[in-house]
């Protein structure tokens, strides 16, 4: 800590501490060093800011690296997905894989000589008035050592997915065998010619059902709202490419109608499959609801063969076997709970005027969420994926360096 004290602030004496000592941050304390952390973080930097990743994994980008599947793809092209100040290699695909965008990242952070503090959990995060800085109070390290931090300034890059979503199933307990969350399957390879109930007809459940499907497992979903489902891409460009460029042009209920006709004519109806499509257009749903299509990458095809069965809402699960709600019952091997992720934000952060305690969203919704006040932002929240977070990260940093150049001029900060 002496040696982390030296590099990064000042030690700072503070009678109102429990250990009175403190660790001075110049720049702004990031928490989370996913892709958004990442991007403000150079984002400053290229503006001669300094800033602090505090990260509780072992490593960057940590969903990417120990929660994802294998056969993962970015579902964007790679132009949509690319952080700011650096392009994707241009050897990289249209569809970069999984291990080649964490590639990406960590010579995204080499690049901009990114260090973040690794094994650090955010306990608890405050605004302290009588001084004017975050106070950010983290565990960790090989002795769980209790570290604080202060600063001006607050970056939550957390984002939307830092926390599984467990549901609740009524006889769950007692189903007997493997129940596993997306965020610990790898690959169809401990399921071969087994019956999988995949839960959550996301992006996720549509994919792990393809791959179970690639490995001789007999894959079952579990479809218990409406979804849509787009192909990833019409007419060799891709469905998000297309939607991006209509709306420039016409309102989003248009673009929705152009949408739903072209996905029609490529996948057909989806709704005879037991997929069935909302009321609302994906565009306009994915606004209000932050509901995400999904974009098909060969599952549809393997519903269709039979490969696949869909079921509708659980009802319970039994000893190796679930009955659903309109009466069926089946026998299965394993679950997977394709069942998402929350943001964690309400679990450390104790000044929720900018942030929904329900959710953990900014209670403004893009693109005025990413600052709150007091030095309080927001980044990888937009729904948007990695476009919006660059948008984000953009603004973050050029909020900030207005902001110190003003300190350093007429306002030098001690406590």
Same mark, same amino acid.
């Given at each position: 800590?002496?040696?982390?004290? /030296?590099?990064?602030? $000042?030690?700072? !004496?503070?009678?109102?501490?429990?250990?009175?000592?403190?660790?001075?941050?110049?720049?702004?304390?990031?928490? *989370?060093?996913?892709?958004?952390?990442?991007?403000?973080? @150079?984002?400053?930097?290229?503006?001669?800011?300094?800033?602090?990743?505090?990260?509780?994994?072992?490593? &960057?980008?940590?969903?990417?690296?120990? %929660?994802?599947?294998?056969?993962?793809?970015?579902?964007?092209?790679?132009?949509?997905? /690319?952080?700011?100040?650096?392009?994707?290699?241009?050897?990289?695909?249209?569809?970069?894989?999984?291990?080649?965008?964490?590639?990406?990242?960590?010579?995204?952070?080499?690049?901009?000589?990114?260090?973040?503090?690794?094994?650090?959990?955010?306990?608890?995060? $405050?605004?302290?008035?009588?001084?004017?800085?975050?106070?950010?109070?983290?565990?960790?390290?090989?002795?769980? #050592? &209790?570290?604080?931090?202060?600063?001006?300034? +607050?970056?939550?890059?957390?984002? /939307?997915?830092?926390?599984?979503?467990?549901? /609740?199933?009524? =006889?769950?307990? *007692?189903?007997?065998?493997?129940?596993?969350?997306?965020?610990?399957?790898?690959?169809?390879?401990?399921?071969?010619? %087994? %019956?999988?109930?995949?839960?959550?007809?996301?992006?996720?459940?549509?994919?792990?059902? +393809?791959? +179970?499907?690639?490995?001789?497992?007999?894959?079952?979903?579990?479809?218990?709202?409406?979804?849509?489902?787009?192909?990833?891409?019409?007419?060799?460009?891709?469905?998000? *490419?297309?939607?991006?460029?209509?709306?420039?042009?016409?309102?989003?209920?248009?673009?929705?109608?152009?949408?739903?006709?072209?996905?029609?004519?490529?996948?057909?109806?989806?709704?005879?499959?037991?997929?069935?499509?909302?009321?609302?257009?994906? +565009?306009?749903?994915?606004?209000?609801?932050?509901?995400?299509?999904?974009?098909?990458?060969?599952?549809?095809?393997?519903?269709?063969?039979?490969?696949?069965?869909?079921?509708?809402?659980?009802?319970?699960?039994?000893?190796?076997?679930? #009955?659903?709600?309109?009466?069926?019952?089946?026998?299965?091997? @394993?679950?997977?709970?394709?069942?998402?992720?929350?943001?964690?934000?309400?679990?450390?952060?104790?000044?929720?005027?900018?942030?929904?305690?329900?959710? =953990?969203?900014?209670?403004?919704?893009?693109?005025?969420?990413?600052? *709150?006040?007091?030095?309080?932002?927001?980044?990888?929240?937009?729904?948007?994926?990695?476009?919006?977070?660059? &948008?984000? @990260? $953009?603004?973050?940093?050029?909020?900030?360096?207005?902001?110190?150049?003003?300190?350093?001029?007429? !306002?030098?900060? !001690?406590?």
């Amino acid at each position: 800590m002496e040696l982390l004290t /030296e590099t990064l602030g $000042k030690r700072v !004496h503070d009678p109102y501490m429990e250990e009175s000592r403190c660790i001075w941050i110049a720049g702004p304390i990031i928490v *989370g060093s996913g892709p958004s952390g990442l991007a403000t973080a @150079a984002c400053l930097k290229s503006k001669g800011v300094s800033s602090l990743i505090l990260e509780r994994s072992n490593c &960057i980008a940590s969903l990417w690296q120990l %929660k994802t599947y294998d056969r993962l793809r970015l579902h964007l092209p790679k132009h949509f997905c /690319e952080l700011p100040l650096m392009s994707f290699p241009s050897s990289y695909p249209t569809y970069p894989t999984k291990q080649q965008f964490v590639q990406y990242l960590e010579s995204y952070t080499k690049h901009f000589g990114l260090n973040p503090v690794f094994n650090q959990t955010v306990e608890d995060a $405050k605004f302290d008035s009588r001084c004017g800085v975050w106070r950010v109070r983290t565990t960790g390290g090989k002795k769980e #050592e &209790i570290a604080e931090y202060a600063s001006p300034w +607050l970056v939550v890059a957390t984002g /939307e997915n830092a926390e599984e979503v467990m549901p /609740e199933i009524d =006889g769950i307990a *007692g189903f007997g065998g493997p129940i596993l969350h997306t965020s610990s399957y790898k690959s169809g390879e401990m399921f071969r010619e %087994k %019956k999988v109930l995949v839960v959550g007809c996301g992006n996720s459940g549509m994919e792990v059902c +393809l791959d +179970l499907c690639n490995f001789n497992a007999r894959p079952s979903l579990v479809v218990r709202d409406a979804v849509h489902v787009l192909p990833q891409e019409m007419l060799g460009i891709s469905t998000f *490419g297309i939607s991006t460029r209509l709306l420039k042009w016409f309102p989003v209920q248009v673009v929705d109608r152009f949408l739903l006709r072209m996905s029609r004519l490529v996948l057909g109806d989806t709704d005879r499959l037991g997929l069935v499509r909302p009321k609302l257009g994906p +565009l306009e749903r994915k606004i209000k609801c932050g509901k995400t299509p999904v974009l098909d990458v060969g599952t549809l095809a393997k519903i269709r063969s039979g490969h696949i069965k869909v079921y509708p809402e659980l009802k319970r699960v039994m000893q190796h076997s679930a #009955e659903f709600v309109d009466g069926k019952v089946d026998n299965f091997d @394993a679950i997977i709970l394709a069942t998402g992720y929350k943001s964690n934000v309400p679990m450390w952060l104790k000044d929720m005027n900018m942030f929904c305690e329900k959710d =953990g969203f900014p209670r403004k919704p893009f693109p005025n969420g990413w600052k *709150g006040e007091s030095g309080l932002y927001a980044v990888g929240f937009t729904k948007l994926g990695l476009l919006g977070a660059a &948008i984000d @990260a $953009k603004k973050i940093a050029e909020d900030v360096a207005v902001q110190q150049n003003f300190l350093k001029k007429d !306002h030098p900060q !001690h406590c």
